[in-house]
């Protein structure tokens, strides 16, 4: 590494930060860009989150695994929160996530933390405040400046670029007061009527820089030079050195989490008189200098977390009913004025404690209570567990589907049954007979359960928001209770360490759920009744391997060169075009002679045979009117998209798929008989069966990513399940 230009890259980069500025050239700055420079902290946030957007959410957070996954309704609220504050020009309520265990709250507070660290960083996210330069006698003689004959320093209109060897002591603001804040409050409102501020926006200069004042202690030094140069400004500024700071969890600079505790969150304390304060100037030699320090302060012009709020006693967060009506808090002989946004969690037991407190209407307008339930898309909770099988895949080989099961698993306890009688009456009695799994489908995909009609599956698509909306504005919300991911993390870890099995797979995680649903005593949501299906935890263990039999047993057929679906939509596409001629009385062009020729019945009837069609007259025909019908509304329905035979007739795809099953069933029991033998003394590699086990190992690898010895524990599982 090259010292020198090392210390030239970070010179120049300094000097491109503009890290430090007198007083002077902040205004310029001000005047060139007022929206900028001129923020309060909900303003800066919901700015962060426009620049950002949902990369705030996607990124590991504190560079580990954890990542805000789904929620995507709390980010908007928590936005339109914001932006609400901003447009009052004040954050006059504490943001409380509130939800479950393990449902992400803290992860989303942290990963807001992590977008404002990023976001000062940058250009448009620059921050600044200020401290207070005293320079040596050399450089300016005569107290506090006044009356000396040094050449340099009638020069000098501001110390804010002395070096360090001409600074006597520098003082700065404990609150990170904004520079702003050093002109007099009567002049603040005309500078701004001066500035260029954008039009037609809810952009608004926050109430703290129209009326807010400085800190106590930075307002007695303003005072005293001030008084020591008989009134002239253009002087005290001269001690001004406006600084540019970056929001920082680790240095605690603005971003703040308080943990569930019992002191107090500032002190006041009188400020040490060390060697550099023992050299002040005179004039501030009398005056009795206090310091305020404590998490309140350390979090002003930024984010103050309360972690797990409603842990603490009650008294011991009184203060934020003033602190959010008013923005000010009283620390010892000082009030202290705050721009910072208040945010929390809590989880909904504590909540719901908090709501029997005799104060708690007092506190509610203060509190802006935002739900963060448990993910109920299997989509999105799968996502969740992701980053840590890649963590743990190196103790034992990783088959696929893992966080498939784990998410499915989950995602079922949590889902609650839909009442009939909140639904429209052509409604009702199809939303009785969804089961949980039909439920967890409709969520993650919009797919309808399996033999229902095609107006029924319209019904169900135009109803979901109203399904999805169910329980959203009760107390006992779907979502609020079930498995939480947090815990079924720790269950992945578990099962990698199962000796029983020798590798990491869905039948890995279903034993480990049997013991998991045993441990009633731990879980309260494990001692739920069923009702109909639902909250039948332990059953959800054979739902997630009956779905599982299903998808592996696709799989392995794939690799034999069995599963075919293009092969069954051409099946379908060659029958609705015989079907059709047929309706029409038309003939069919052959394409290899080039003549016409009648429709095939013995395909239509082959067809029909296959998908259970009714085989007497009148019902056949009713049969074959409503597939052609289907076609015709499936394609107004959608007439930019191209005919999808699977969308339109998912349910013919489902029987052919079963009877090209049936019909394979001696091939794959071949296959398995050879498996069994496979490796061994015993294998005759000639046979049909063992060059079919060592193609369908082969294919498992390299189309789905299975280890070997995954491979034939899961064939082994679906052989025995299914055939």
Not at 150 to 157: A, H
Request: charged share 25%; glycine share 6%.
């Amino acid at each position: 590494m090259n010292l020198s230009q090392l210390s030239e890259s970070m010179k120049a980069e300094f000097q491109r930060n503009q890290q430090i500025l007198s007083f002077d050239e902040f205004i310029k700055l001000v005047q060139q860009k007022p929206k900028t420079y001129l923020r309060g902290s909900a303003q800066y946030s919901a700015d962060m989150l426009d620049q950002f957007g949902k990369t705030v959410f996607d990124r590991p957070v504190d560079g580990i695994t954890a990542k805000v996954v789904g929620q995507e309704a709390v980010q908007k609220h928590i936005y339109h929160t914001l932006k609400a504050f901003a447009r009052q020009g004040q954050n006059n309520q504490l943001i409380l996530l509130h939800g479950p265990n393990g449902s992400a709250k803290s992860t989303l507070i942290a990963a807001i933390m992590q977008g404002l660290e990023r976001y000062s960083a940058t250009p448009e996210g620059a921050l600044y405040t200020f401290s207070w330069v005293f320079p040596v006698d050399r450089v300016v003689r005569g107290s506090l400046g006044i009356g000396g004959d040094n050449k340099k320093g009638k020069e000098l209109t501001s110390y804010s670029s002395l070096t360090e060897d001409e600074i006597m002591c520098v003082i700065p603001s404990e609150l990170r007061d904004h520079p702003i804040l050093l002109l007099p409050e009567s002049q603040r409102a005309n500078f701004y009527q001066s500035l260029d501020l954008p039009k037609n926006t809810d952009f608004r200069i926050p109430s703290r820089l129209f009326q807010g004042g400085l800190s106590h202690r930075d307002q007695m030094i303003f005072q005293a030079l001030l008084n020591n140069y008989h009134g002239d400004y253009a002087q005290v500024l001269r001690h001004v050195r406006v600084e540019r700071f970056f929001l920082s969890r680790i240095y605690r600079t603005g971003l703040i989490t308080i943990e569930p505790q019992m002191h107090v969150d500032a002190q006041y304390q009188q400020l040490t008189m060390n060697r550099s304060l023992s050299q002040l100037p005179a004039s501030l030699m009398g005056i009795n200098l206090f310091s305020i320090s404590g998490d309140l302060t350390d979090a002003n012009r930024g984010m103050i977390d309360y972690n797990d709020l409603l842990k603490r006693p009650i008294d011991s967060y009184k203060y934020l009913l003033t602190a959010c009506e008013n923005g000010k808090v009283n620390v010892g002989q000082s009030i202290v004025q705050l721009d910072s946004v208040f945010i929390g969690s809590s989880n909904e037991l504590q909540l719901d404690a908090f709501k029997e407190y005799p104060d708690f209407s007092s506190f509610k307008g203060r509190i802006e209570l935002i739900k963060v339930p448990y993910l109920l898309k299997l989509s999105q909770e799968q996502e969740v567990y992701e980053p840590i099988l890649q963590s743990i895949a190196g103790e034992k080989p990783l088959t696929p589907h893992v966080s498939w099961a784990i998410a499915m698993w989950g995602v079922l306890t949590r889902l609650k049954k839909p009442h009939r009688e909140r639904y429209p009456t052509e409604l009702a009695g199809l939303i009785d007979r969804l089961t949980p799994l039909d439920k967890l489908k409709l969520y993650d995909t919009g797919e309808a359960p399996e033999g229902i009609s095609n107006e029924e599956r319209k019904l169900l698509k135009v109803n979901l928001s109203k399904i999805l909306d169910e329980y959203n504005n009760v107390p006992y919300y779907e979502g609020r209770t079930g498995a939480s991911a947090r815990e079924l993390k720790t269950l992945l870890i578990d099962a990698a360490q199962n000796p029983e099995f020798k590798t990491l797979s869905p039948l890995t995680v279903a034993q480990e759920l049997r013991k998991f649903v045993k441990r009633t005593s731990e879980y309260e949501f494990l001692r739920q009744d069923p009702v109909d299906g639902y909250h039948h935890h332990e059953a959800f263990i054979d739902t997630l391997l009956n779905e599982y039999t299903t998808k592996l047993d696709r799989e392995v057929r794939e690799c034999l060169g069995l599963y075919d679906t293009k092969q069954w939509a051409d099946f379908i596409k060659k029958y609705i075009t015989h079907l059709s001629a047929l309706l029409k009385k038309e003939k069919i062009k052959n394409t290899i002679t080039g003549g016409y020729e009648e429709p095939d019945q013995s395909l239509l009837n082959e067809f029909e045979t296959i998908v259970g069609a009714p085989q007497e007259q009148a019902a056949k025909d009713t049969f074959r009117q409503n597939l052609i019908s289907q076609i015709g509304a499936w394609a107004l329905e959608n007439p930019k998209e191209q005919l999808d035979y699977f969308k339109v007739f998912p349910e013919l795809k489902q029987k052919i798929e079963k009877h090209f099953y049936e019909s394979q069933k001696s091939l794959l029991q071949k296959m398995n008989t050879a498996l069994k033998l496979f490796g061994t003394d015993n294998e005759d590699s000639t046979s049909e069966g063992s060059k079919l086990a060592r193609q369908t190992l082969e294919n498992m690898q390299k189309k789905f990513g299975y280890p070997v010895e995954g491979a034939r524990e899961v064939i082994g599982f679906l052989m025995s399940r299914k055939y």
